[in-house]
Every structure is written in C-alpha cells, then in structure tokens.
C-alpha cells in the first residue's frame, strides 16, 4: 500500500508543477525532478526477474508495500512482525530521532516480508540470526555475485562472522533495504563490494523436523554444554533455531528451572541449556548427542 501511494503522490506532484512551471521557474524543475525519482523508485519496487517461488514473490511484494517508511534502529522487533518505534544506537548520531520514527531496520523488514508471505513468524531475530536460520535453503558466496540470486533471496554485510545488515533480492541487479538511520525504506543498487557476506534462499516451512523457538532475553549460546566454556552468540529474544541433537551435561539453573540437558545449534556451532527451549525439559523427537 505504501509504495502504491508514494507511486500516486509523485504523480499528483508532476501534475501540478507543470501547471506552477512558468511561474516559479527553475524551483519547480527541480521539485519536479525529485517527484520523478520518488515515482520511479516506487515503480521499480516488484519482482524484477523470474524464477522465485510464490512465497518469496510474495515478500518481495510485503516489503515494497513499506517503501517511504523510516528506518528506525530496532524497529520491527516487537511481539509481532510490524513496524515499531526505533531506539537510539549509542553508536548512531542520526538515530537520535529513531524512538519517535514509526518504521523498521533491516531485519525488522526481513521479518515483516517473509511473515506476510508463509505465516507465522519464520525469521526472528537480527540479520545475523536471519542469516544462519534454520529456513535457510540455499547459500551464495560473495564471490558468485548476483548470477545465481533470484527475487527474495537475502543479501547481507559483515565480516569475521558477524553480519549487520540484510536485505531482500527484486532481481536485476536491485535490493530494497531498510538500510539506515535518517533514511526512509527504499530501492538501491545491491553493493557487492566492501564486506559484502553473500547471501541465502529462505525456504520457510511452519514447523520443521528439529526446529524449535528460543525463549527469554540476551541469552547466550556456548562453545561447549557448559556455561563456563567460551560464549558464541547472543540471542536477544526468541529466535527460531534447529537442534541436531541433546544431551545431559552440566546442570545449570536459571528462571527457577534447574535442567542438565543441553541442545546443539549447527547453524551456529553452539550449545544452548534446554531451560531457554520451548518445550519439555529433555526434547521430544530430537536424537542424543554422540
């Protein structure tokens, strides 16, 4: 809807500056000229190549709906996929209107997309969760640029196994991203340079063999089933994770439960405690760990 009305406003303006051009002259041509790039930004905002499955389609078609929203910093992350009202990054001066920019981020976007596209809510937490998901069907390096991509696919940035910024694939080489602080949602030329990461095909399923939702708040996943070995990642809310397997090592106890079984993340090479797994305190249909 967003993009639709963006699209009839440009048009509104074109038709009225050419009524105003002889009297305000060189201020009307470039209005005008601004008007033109709104209308045809919001034009290209669509799948652009062929090949993509009808749930990516429709993603694609979700996340044009938002051209013309503000990137907010964290917004999209509520309860529900839909835009929130952003925080401020301490890192981030131009975040400092963010608490009062209704809008998403990056992977605020990507979650809003794919939920109006399968249902359901198939790709919590940040870009990086969204990168490693459980839904991921098929993965593209870097180097094999945009040939292989198709509209949908999701585009992310970062290095040294940290991703900090994703994207959704319209095909023909553009994006549209939700992409910083002070900026709106929009259509851009996909950037294959820099830390470019490469990019993944989501193939969202409602509830796949071995896949479970986190729960709770900042917790952190570890090198081995112990909280003393290295930390691996932080899950900041309930993220969808896979689990290859269980088994019972060190006890822990946390939120009141105390548990000694602990399940394996391979998405992310990581242990996490049963207590932060929806379901019963020893996993129904998932294997033992060797």
Known sequence: MAGRTTAVAAVTALTLLTTWAGAHGATAATTTATAATAATAAGECRVLAPGASAVAQKAVAAACEQIGVWYTWGGGHGPQPGPTYGQVDPSDPDSAHDPERLGFDCSGLVRYAYHRAAGGDPLT????HQFHSPQVQQRFTAAQGTAPLLPGDLLAW???????HIAIYLGAGKMVEARESGTRITVSDVRLGGDYAGAVRIAPAAQAPGTFSTWGTDVWTHKEPSTTSPRVHK??????VRIDCQKHAEPVTAEGYTNDAWSYLPEYGAWITNIYIKGPAWLDGVRTCP
């Not at 937490?125 to 990086?128: E, F, I, K, T």
């Open 158 to 164: 970062g290095s040294g196994g940290s991703i900090h």
């Open 125 to 128: 937490g940040n870009a990086y």
């Open 235 to 240: 899950f900041p809310g309930p993220t969808t």
